[in-house]
């Protein structure tokens, strides 16, 4: 009787089963029943670093910059850097657009800036298509009004602000446009930051219009470069193999060659338009800009007191010239050549820049021109730099420890600049070969018998 109750109550529950979802849903041709609709994973961009808590980034997109050589567009990348650092801020690299045929990609390695960055430009725009940032939007420009004779410069290019001129500005309590520009920034920044840690935001994005450059390097500034470029010195990707011999003295000429353009100096209204095209010769060039150029008596006057100073012989030291090896410059190689015995001629291009960067940066001594691209090996270099009087950007950069001035006239160096920065640069030389501090050389030459 008991058992006739069970099997009565299992044949109610499976005739309520059928009644409630149908036959169809215990079928074997049934459809199955849909799943809950999963969205795809979102690959999220590299893990930031903890700079601040919450994170905030700096990114300006520098594309629409006016295009110049490499050593002029990187003011505006050293413009960047400049407030990323002095603001607490995580960098965003964007390539720049540079002419003379630079190939930007290899310099953007050398120098180590989109490791550096740790996001990069596709990563801000993933960020910000994906909502993962908040965008905080400031310019330092106002659009630029437009000039019927030059309309696509007028579209294209925002007007440059100097950060040098802000900052004096500020310092100096002057009402000027561009003092404004920065303290609006800070305002801005401040905002910005005050509103991420109310709103509880892990990641806000300053998004930098305008074209703000930046010239004399500071101590943070070549820090955060100097980092950059290490790190890719150690990776085998970005890596340029230096082929200075390990235990030779180096010291590294840069010799600023022609610009690609001739142009010839007409004087109109107060200003000087260029007209003509070829190539330069050096004396065309000098012509046109005479603080660009130095007398092959200074690079040997300089050179000289270089070796004498540091207390070893010329035997000792390799001398390399590096230049963008112009074939009317060729008279100057030869009288350089003469003036100073042994001179090796590296002649570069577009193709090779990156790796004359990274060798004028790796001297032992630098001698440098009045150049931007001068000024990046400079802020890469942990050795003495030779600066002319007149290389104003590099002269008075605070940021460069071991920068001693020479006259450009004569070639006359301050001497007691160079020994505290010849002490410098072979206590760091020496640590970096992994060798004790440098005591009495004994018989050993070059930098095993400085290291010694």
């Known amino acids: 009787m008991r058992t006739d109750k069970i099997v009565l109550l299992a044949a109610t529950c499976a005739a309520l089963l059928l009644l409630v979802f149908g036959w169809s849903s215990f079928s074997d041709a049934a459809e199955p029943v849909p799943r809950a609709t999963v969205p795809a994973p979102v690959r999220v961009p590299p893990t930031l670093p903890p700079v601040l808590p919450p994170t905030?980034?700096?990114?300006?997109?520098?594309?629409?910059c006016k295009r110049d050589g490499f050593g002029s567009m990187f003011n505006f990348i050293r413009g960047s850097v400049f407030l990323a650092v002095t603001g607490n801020l995580t960098y965003v690299h964007h390539p720049l657009r540079a002419t003379h045929g630079a190939d930007v990609a290899s310099l953007d390695g050398v120098l180590g800036l989109p490791t550096a960055s740790k996001c990069d430009a596709v990563c801000a725009e993933r960020m910000i298509a994906n909502r993962f940032v908040h965008v905080v939007s400031y310019s330092f420009a106002k659009p630029r009004p437009f000039d019927p004779k030059r309309p696509q410069a007028s579209l294209r290019h925002p007007p440059v602000l100097s950060l040098e001129r802000a900052l004096v500005d500020h310092a100096g309590g002057r009402n000027s446009s561009a003092a404004a520009y920065l303290e609006n920034w800070e305002a801005t920044l401040a905002a910005a930051r005050a509103d991420a840690v109310r709103e509880g935001r892990k990641r806000v994005l300053l998004d930098v219009r305008g074209c703000p450059r930046k010239y004399l390097v500071t101590a943070e500034m070549r820090d955060w470069f100097l980092a950059a470029h290490d790190a890719a010195q150690r990776d085998a990707a970005t890596r340029v193999p230096l082929s200075?011999?390990?235990?030779?003295?180096?010291?590294?000429?840069?010799?600023?060659?022609?610009?690609?353009?001739?142009?010839?100096?007409?004087?109109?209204?107060?200003?000087?338009?260029?007209?003509?095209?070829?190539?330069?010769?050096?004396?065309?060039?000098?012509?046109?800009?005479?603080?660009?150029?130095?007398?092959?008596?200074?690079?040997?006057?300089?050179?000289?007191?270089?070796?004498?100073w540091a207390g070893i012989s010329r035997d000792e030291v390799d001398v390399v010239l590096f230049t963008e090896g112009k074939p009317k410059a060729q008279a100057k190689y030869d009288e350089l050549q003469a003036k100073i015995p042994g001179l090796q001629v590296r002649r570069g291009n577009g193709s090779t820049f990156a790796s004359d960067i990274a060798h004028l940066a790796a001297a032992d001594v630098l001698v440098t021109a009045n150049s931007g691209v001068s000024l990046i090996a400079a802020t890469l270099s942990r050795g003495v730099l030779l600066v002319g009087s007149n290389h104003d950007y590099i002269r008075q950069s605070d940021g460069l420890?071991?920068?001693?001035?020479?006259?450009?006239?004569?070639?006359?160096?301050?001497?007691?600049?160079?020994?505290?920065?010849w002490r410098r640069a072979v206590e760091s030389k020496c640590a970096r070969r992994g060798a004790a501090q440098p005591v009495d050389r004994g018989a050993a030459v070059g930098w095993e018998g400085l290291c010694s």
């Open 56 to 64: 905030l980034l700096l990114s300006n997109n520098l594309s629409g």
């Open 244 to 308: 200075f011999h390990r235990d030779r003295v180096v010291v590294a000429l840069h010799f600023r060659s022609p610009d690609t353009k001739a142009p010839l100096p007409i004087y109109k209204n107060g200003t000087k338009e260029f007209v003509g095209g070829g190539e330069q010769s050096h004396d065309e060039f000098c012509a046109m800009w005479p603080d660009k150029c130095q007398s092959s008596s200074y690079y040997s006057a300089v050179v000289g007191q270089a070796v004498r």
């Open 401 to 421: 420890p071991n920068r001693v001035s020479c006259d450009v006239a004569t070639g006359a160096c301050d001497r007691r600049a160079f020994a505290a920065g």
